[in-house]
C-alpha cells in the first residue's frame, strides 16, 4: 500500500515506472558509431566512450571493447 511507504520509496518507485532503460541495441550503435570530433582530445573521447559504454552490458569485455573502439577511431 502506498500509505505503508515513505515519499522517497514512493518516488523510487515511481521513476521505475515511468523512466524507461536506454536500450541495449541503441546504445551499441551510439558507441560503436562514435567517431573523434574536430579538436577532441583522446581523454575526452575516452571519456565519452566510457559513458556511451555505460548501458552497453560490456561487463569482462569493457576493456577489450574500449581499447578496439579507440583503435577502430584512430586507426581510420
Known sequence: M???KSYGQLIDLM??????????HRSLVLFQ???KL???????LYADLKRLAK???FGATFDAR????LFSV???
Open 55 to 57: 548501458n552497453c552490458n
Open 15 to 24: 521513476k521505475s515506472h515511468y523512466i524507461t532503460k536506454p536500450s541495449y
Open 2 to 4: 502506498p500509505t505503508d
Open 38 to 44: 574536430e579538436n577532441e582530445s583522446l581523454k575526452e
Open 33 to 35: 558509431q562514435r567517431r
Open 74 to 76: 584512430y586507426g581510420s
Open 66 to 69: 574500449l581499447r578496439d573502439q
